[in-house]
């Protein structure tokens, strides 16, 4: 009996640290792909150093926000969305929209990919 109440204990911890996980990934997305649309508007609205100060702090957030990600993602995925914040900088620093913008898109998508992936389903599970 004392073995069957631990194993349900352990069960019930694990659950739960992945619903509790899998809501602070969408948190912490969520507020990333926020900062993202403010960038795109800035772009949009040929507001150059604003798009570009925008960014840096989406940086600042990626670090900040997503440090705890490599726990329970892929390190490629994590690598690629840096290696694309990289590249979304630079083209804003370049005043080059349409490889800005494009580069912010891809972006976003990565980004909402994450919770989606992780989420605990069926869809996932099989």
Request: a negative charge; proline letters at 2%.
């Amino acid at each position: 009996m004392r073995l069957l109440i631990g194993l349900l204990i352990v069960f019930t911890a694990i659950v739960t640290l992945g619903f509790w996980t899998n809501h602070q990934l969408r948190l912490s997305a969520g507020e990333l792909l926020q900062n993202i649309e403010e960038i795109t508007l800035e772009l949009e609205n040929g507001r150059w150093d604003e798009a570009y100060t925008l960014t840096i702090e989406l940086e600042k957030v990626w670090d900040e926000k997503a440090k705890w990600w490599p726990t329970v993602l892929d390190h490629q995925e994590m690598d690629n969305i840096e290696f694309s914040m990289a590249r979304a900088r630079e083209y804003v620093a370049a005043k080059n929209a349409p490889l800005s913008l494009g580069q912010f898109s891809e972006l976003a998508l990565m980004i909402k990919h994450i919770p989606e992936k992780e989420t605990i389903s069926i869809k996932n599970i099989l």
